[in-house]
Structures are given as structure tokens and as C-alpha cells.
């Protein structure tokens, strides 16, 4: 382990004290105390010998000091030609294949295995995304790769000519019991951003399943707009949304009272001021991180940190990690390690991605899980690549776009190849 000592005056106290408080903050601020700490060291140790009483000794671990949270992609070469990211090997099977003019529009896809099965749900509309009528919809699998017809998870609830749609917001279990969980808003407005609401009557739906169907439980969340559904940062579940105008919060909640949400919001000057989509995993040193895409297209990811379990969060950065400014997903192996999937290609989302780390602040090893994606089947309304993953056994299942792909996990250790 490597160390440094530092031979502190008694009178530099308040130095240390303002060391401590600044590495809370963050490295860049921790930066001046420690260089005047040093030389403080320096100055004491050329008195040592006529000052011996005075001086206390203290080791300090290189380890300890934060790291750069802008530094989250180890070598950024390695994707610097995103076309040509290594291909690993996968199985690619289709959930559900859209009809023209009639289900043509398919997104924010999520999946969870649960039960025995596989469950997939994702937006789907006649045409356009976020179309007035655009409903939820689901299908099951057992093995992932032969998937039911798709049923109606949340039905269009004033028909196509009404204002009211549905946006999908995730699937997660909780206490043995898996639900999923919906958007309902009366408009989709972004070109209003920063100006008006964006989302009227924005309202996040709980349903849960019975085995068979979906049964709805009523509100979730008010004014919340999340993109993965709540987890547990320490004792608590956290959620990151955005309320009606498209501004960046988070909620925790008590898990014995999981619609009771205490808001904090994130709102943050240029060039943070439109934070989207945000993952967030915690690492082994128990700090949070929030990993949230760009939609100033800097095309860059941006890196924020929490060492209180979610309830403050360090001032964003942008990081070294490319970005095609879509959507991000987190997560951790059974093996330990945390992975990073997303589009590393600033010019399309082409290829998707996924980059590995031990600690949870930089992440190497990236390998493409689908690249060359074939054109749009009805022209530019189709979107592509939209990353969620679940695990199964010695299997990795992720769907993009509606595509189901297959990953296989290491038993040693290491990540998966």
C-alpha cells in the first residue's frame, strides 16, 4: 500500500480541518490544503531536530484521496474508433416486430425475470413516439429468446384522439413481488423545454403482476418522470427523475412506505442545465455514482458522485467517456464487476457498448453487444438502442430497440468476454 507521511504543526490544524472538509467536496478542491499541508510537512521537518515537541506525525494513504470523477474511461484510444470496438459473441432474438401504420413505434424497453419467466414491456404507437395514442405493452418468456404475442399492459385511456399517453418507466421487484411502473401525461412538448411545461399532468403509475396479469395500484410518484425504477442506496430506495419541465431531481422514500417520496432537486447552471437519463449504481466504497447523459451534446457522459447514500450529490462533470447523447445503464455482475453499457460513438448510436470496472470510477474493457445496425424499417420515426439488462443464471439478456441479446458471464472473477 503506497503512503506518504506528513509531518503537521500543531498550528496547522485548521489546514487539516480544512483538508478533511474539502476532500468531502470533491478532489479538485482538496487540491490547494493538500499542497500547502506538504509543504507545511517540508518547513517541519528542516526543524526537526529543534522542534521535535511540537511535531505530530500522521500517514495519510494515496488510496484514500477521491478520485477524479472525470476520469471514467481508463484508456479513452480504446473506443476512439467505435466501429471497431471488438464484437462479442451473442444471440440476438426478436420480442416484437412492429407493423407499419399500425404498431410502427417501439421504446424504452425494459425486461426482469421473475417467476419463471422472462417479462419484457415497452412503449409501442401507431406511428409516432409519444403519439396521444401510445400504450404500454408486455410479453413473457421462458427462455428468453421464444417470446409471447404481446398483450396490453396499460391501455390508451382516452383513445387516439384524446390527450392522455402512456410512456413506460421500468420493471423491478420487491419483497417477492414484481411490478412495473408508467407514465401518464397529457402532453410531450420538447421543444418547450426551459420555456413550459413539457409533460402535463405528469404522473408515475404502479401496477403489479398477479402471475397472469397486470393489476394497477394507483400513483407512485407525483410529477416524476424517472427512466429505471427505484433501488436501495443504504437503508433507503432512490429514484432520479424529471418533473413537468424536464429539471433533474432525486426521490428516496422509506422502504415500509414506498410512495411517500422526499424530492431533492438537481437543478444546475450551464452547462449542466439539461441533465438527462440518469443510472446510478453504488460501488464498494459505499459511494454512489450517477452516470447522466448530456442534451447540450457535449457527447460526453457526465460523472456525480454521493457519499451520504444519495441525499447530496457532488457538482457534475463531464467525463473523458464518449456519448452518442442517449440513454445510459449501470449495473453490477454476480462476479462484482460493474458494467457500463451505452452508444460510445458521438456521431449515431451505432455501435452499443459495454465497458467494465472493478471500483466503480473507471472502466475499461469495452466490447460491442450489437454493432451495425441494420436501417430503420419505417424511416426516421424508428429509434435504436435504448440499453436495459437483467441476468439469468450464467446468462446476460439485455434489450435495445426491441432486441433481445444474449451475454455469458465468467464464474472466475473476471468479466465476461
Known amino acids: 500500500m503506497e503512503t506518504t507521511n506528513l509531518a503537521a504543526l500543531p498550528k496547522n490544524a485548521a489546514l487539516a480541518a480544512r483538508?478533511?472538509?474539502?476532500?468531502?467536496?470533491?478532489?479538485?478542491?482538496?487540491?490547494?490544503?493538500?499542497?500547502?499541508?506538504?509543504?507545511a510537512a517540508s518547513s517541519s521537518r528542516a526543524q526537526e531536530n529543534r522542534q521535535k515537541e511540537d511535531i505530530e506525525v500522521s500517514d495519510f494513504r494515496i488510496s484514500d484521496f477521491p478520485k477524479d470523477p472525470a476520469h471514467l474511461l481508463a484508456n479513452p484510444q480504446t473506443v476512439?474508433?467505435?466501429?471497431?470496438?471488438?464484437?462479442?459473441?451473442?444471440?440476438?432474438?426478436?420480442?416484437?416486430?412492429?407493423?407499419?401504420?399500425?404498431?410502427?413505434f417501439n421504446l424504452h424497453s425494459y425486461i426482469a425475470w421473475h417467476g419463471g419467466l422472462f417479462i419484457a414491456a415497452w412503449s409501442s404507437s401507431k406511428i409516432h413516439e409519444e403519439d396521444p395514442d401510445q400504450h404500454?405493452?408486455?410479453?413473457?418468456?421462458?427462455?428468453?429468446?421464444?417470446?409471447?404475442?404481446p398483450r396490453i399492459l396499460a391501455r390508451d385511456p382516452d383513445g387516439p384522439q384524446g390527450p392522455k399517453r402512456w410512456i413506460t418507466r421500468g420493471l423491478f421487484a420487491d419483497r417477492g413481488k414484481l411490478y412495473a411502473l408508467g407514465a401518464l401525461?397529457?402532453?410531450?412538448?420538447?421543444?418547450?423545454?426551459?420555456?413550459?411545461?413539457?409533460?402535463?399532468?405528469?404522473?408515475?403509475?404502479?401496477?403489479?403482476?398477479?402471475?397472469?396479469?397486470?393489476?394497477?395500484?394507483?400513483?407512485?410518484?407525483?410529477?416524476?418522470?424517472?427512466?429505471?425504477?427505484?433501488?436501495?442506496?443504504?437503508?433507503r430506495l432512490f429514484m432520479a427523475c424529471r418533473d413537468r419541465n424536464m429539471d433533474l431531481f432525486t426521490a428516496t422514500a422509506d422502504p415500509s412506505?414506498?410512495?411517500?417520496?422526499?424530492?431533492?432537486?438537481?437543478?444546475?447552471?450551464?452547462?449542466?442545465?439539461?441533465?438527462?437519463?440518469?443510472s446510478w449504481f453504488e460501488g464498494p466504497d459505499h459511494v454512489a455514482h450517477m452516470i447522466?447523459?448530456?442534451?447540450?451534446?457535449?457527447?460526453?457522459?457526465i460523472?456525480?458522485?454521493?457519499?451520504?447514500?444519495?441525499?447530496?450529490?457532488?457538482?457534475?462533470?463531464?467525463?473523458?467517456?464518449p456519448d452518442a447523447t442517449s440513454k445510459n445503464f449501470t449495473g453490477r455482475t454476480s462476479t462484482g464487476w460493474f458494467y457500463l453499457i451505452n452508444n460510445p460513438n458521438a456521431e449515431r448510436r451505432d455501435p452499443l457498448a459495454i465497458s467494465f470496472s472493478r471500483d466503480g470510477w473507471t472502466f475499461h474493457r469495452t466490447v460491442a453487444v450489437r454493432k451495425g445496425a441494420p436501417q430503420p424499417r419505417f424511416g426516421r420515426n424508428s429509434r435504436r438502442e435504448s440499453p436495459v439488462s437483467t441476468r439469468h443464471g450464467t446468462q446476460w439478456f439485455a434489450v435495445g430497440h426491441l432486441l433481445h441479446q444474449q451475454r455469458r458471464h465468467s464464474n472466475h472473477g473476471n468479466p465476461p468476454r
Open 19 to 39: 483538508l478533511s472538509s474539502a476532500l468531502r467536496a470533491g478532489w479538485k478542491a482538496a487540491l490547494p490544503c493538500m499542497a500547502a499541508l506538504l509543504m
Open 80 to 104: 476512439a474508433a467505435p466501429m471497431d470496438i471488438p464484437l462479442a459473441r451473442s444471440r440476438t432474438s426478436t420480442v416484437f416486430q412492429g407493423r407499419e401504420n399500425e404498431s410502427q
Open 136 to 149: 404500454i405493452l408486455f410479453a413473457t418468456s421462458e427462455d428468453g429468446h421464444a417470446w409471447s404475442e
Open 185 to 235: 401525461v397529457s402532453s410531450a412538448d420538447y421543444g418547450k423545454r426551459g420555456k413550459d411545461v413539457v409533460w402535463k399532468d405528469l404522473a408515475l403509475m404502479r401496477y403489479q403482476w398477479s402471475g397472469k396479469e397486470w393489476e394497477p395500484l394507483g400513483p407512485y410518484a407525483e410529477n416524476c418522470m424517472n427512466n429505471f425504477p427505484p433501488e436501495r442506496l443504504g437503508d
Open 257 to 278: 412506505a414506498p410512495t411517500q417520496w422526499t424530492y431533492t432537486r438537481m437543478t444546475m447552471p450551464p452547462p449542466f442545465d439539461h441533465l438527462d437519463e440518469p
Open 292 to 301: 447522466i447523459r448530456d442534451n447540450l451534446r457535449s457527447h460526453k457522459l
Open 303 to 321: 460523472h456525480s458522485y454521493s457519499r451520504d447514500a444519495g441525499q447530496t450529490w457532488s457538482l457534475p462533470v463531464h467525463t473523458n467517456y
